[in-house]
């Protein structure tokens, strides 16, 4: 269950990225790249071969957006967690 609520908080990053949410476009391609690692993260969970970077990762992005965009920090933060449940 962890690894669906991960795809749907990561459906949810995708969203906002997809949107016209005002982001420079240094800031769009470090969440892009984000979700590429996320992406890459649910395919080695399958594999049962986990990198335990991608949390710090997160942890950095909630930190750059979080009073810019708080609502993009949140959906970070969802992820951040299902990592965590996920044991990563």
Same mark, same amino acid.
């Given at each position: 269950m962890?690894?669906?609520?991960? +795809?749907q +908080? =990561?459906?949810?990053l995708q969203? %906002?990225l997809?949107?016209?949410?005002?982001?420079?476009?240094?800031?769009?391609?470090? =969440?892009?790249?984000?979700?590429?690692?996320?992406e890459?993260?649910? &395919?080695?969970e &399958?594999?049962?071969a986990?990198d335990?970077?991608l949390?710090d990762g997160?942890?950095? &992005?909630v930190?750059?957006?979080e &009073?810019? %965009?708080p609502? =993009?920090?949140g959906?970070?933060?969802?992820?951040?967690?299902?990592?965590?449940?996920?044991?990563?």
């Open positions: 962890p690894a669906s609520d991960l +795809q +908080q =990561l459906e949810a969203q %906002h997809a949107q016209d949410t005002p982001l420079s476009e240094e800031e769009r391609a470090s =969440l892009y790249l984000l979700t590429q690692e996320i890459v993260q649910l &395919a080695r &399958a594999a049962s986990p335990a970077t949390i997160v942890n950095l &992005a930190e750059r957006f &009073a810019s %965009h609502t =993009l920090a959906t970070l933060r969802n992820i951040m967690q299902s990592l965590a449940n996920m044991g990563i």
